[in-house]
C-alpha cells in the first residue's frame, strides 16, 4: 500500500497529509488546500493550493509545482496521468490582499480590458471564419475520398486495410 494510503481517509485528506509531509521535509511553512476540479468535456483533475508565508519567486513556481507533482506521485497519493494544478500563494500575494483594496471604476476597468485586447473588425472575424469553413470542408472532401495524406507518412498514399497475417494459423481480418 502505497505512503499516505489508507482506505478509511477521504483521498483529499490523504492528499493534504502527503503535501504537508513535504513542506515540512522541504522546511516550506504555511498551510495547503486540496479541491477537486472538472472541465467542460468532465474530465477530473486535482487542484493544490499552497500558501505559505516564504517568498517563492515568480520563475521558481514551476519547479515547486514539479517537484509535488513528482514526488506525490512517487509517494503513491497522485496517479500519473491525472491533471494537477498547483497555485502557490506566497507572502507577497498574501500581504497584498490584506492591502485595503482602492476604489477602481468600472470604465478604469474597461478600457483597461480594451487597451489589452485591441478590437477585431467584424469583417475580420468573418472572413477568418469562412476560410476556416473552406479548409474544414476541403479537408474533409479529401479524408472522404482518400486523397488526404498523413504528414508522417509522406510519399505514401492512402491505402484500405488488408488482412494482416499475424501467426502461421491465420490472419487478422481487416475491418
Given at each position: 500500500m502505497p505512503i499516505f494510503a489508507s482506505p478509511k481517509k477521504s483521498r483529499l485528506?490523504?492528499?493534504?497529509q502527503a503535501t504537508q509531509y513535504l513542506m515540512q521535509h522541504i522546511?516550506?511553512?504555511?498551510?495547503?488546500?486540496w479541491r477537486t476540479t472538472q472541465d467542460e468535456s468532465t474530465q477530473q483533475g486535482l487542484l493544490l493550493l499552497i500558501n505559505t508565508?516564504?517568498?517563492?519567486?515568480?520563475?521558481?513556481?514551476?519547479?515547486?509545482?514539479?517537484?509535488?507533482?513528482?514526488k506525490l506521485t512517487e509517494m503513491g497519493a497522485l496517479d500519473k496521468e491525472e491533471p494537477l494544478v498547483v497555485k502557490i500563494r506566497d507572502s507577497r500575494a498574501?500581504?497584498?490582499s490584506m492591502q485595503p483594496p482602492i476604489r477602481v471604476s468600472s470604465s478604469d476597468v474597461a478600457a483597461m480590458l480594451i487597451a489589452a485586447n485591441p478590437p477585431v473588425s467584424k469583417g475580420a472575424q468573418a472572413d477568418r471564419l469562412a476560410e476556416l469553413r473552406k479548409k474544414l470542408a476541403e479537408e474533409s472532401r479529401q479524408l472522404l475520398s482518400g486523397e488526404l495524406v498523413d504528414d508522417s507518412k509522406a510519399g505514401d498514399a492512402f491505402q484500405p486495410p488488408e488482412d494482416f497475417q499475424v501467426t502461421d494459423l491465420g490472419k487478422i481480418r481487416a475491418r
Open positions: 485528506l490523504q492528499l493534504k522546511r516550506m511553512s504555511g498551510n495547503c488546500e508565508y516564504h517568498v517563492v519567486p515568480m520563475q521558481e513556481h514551476g519547479k515547486l509545482r514539479a517537484y509535488f507533482s513528482r498574501l500581504s497584498m
